[in-house]
């Protein structure tokens, strides 16, 4: 009878120390995926900052005041004279 009573005892010994193993490694697993969240975070904060950046560029670029300047560097000068719109009459 005591061996019985034993052998009970040790059985619901393991298995708690089986749920606690599997409890201990649920929660490495958890931390490990929150460690990942918050480099991914992280990651698209700076690539997000280096998009900003790179499109204020553009835009700098593109203003007419910056060109006209980087042209005239190549003596290139704005036109005086307006555009005339051209009127093509089809002949059917």
């Known amino acids: ?3 019985d009573d034993s052998f009970k005892n ?3 010994i393991i298995f708690i120390s089986v749920l606690a193993i ?4 649920s929660s ?3 931390d490990k995926k929150v460690y990942e969240i ?3 975070k992280n990651e698209v904060k700076e690539i997000r900052a280096t998009f900003l950046e790179g499109r204020t560029k553009l835009m700098r670029l593109k203003m007419e005041s910056n060109i006209i300047s980087k042209m005239k560097e ?3 000068t704005p ?3 307006p555009p005339k719109k051209i009127k ?3 002949t059917n």
């Open 38 to 40: 918050a480099r991914l």
């Open 28 to 30: 490495h697993s958890a």
């Open 10 to 12: 040790w059985r619901f």
């Open 1 to 3: 009878m005591v061996s």
């Open 88 to 90: 093509v009459k089809s």
């Open 74 to 76: 190549k003596g290139i």
């Open 79 to 81: 036109s005086v004279i």
């Open 22 to 25: 599997i409890m201990i490694a």
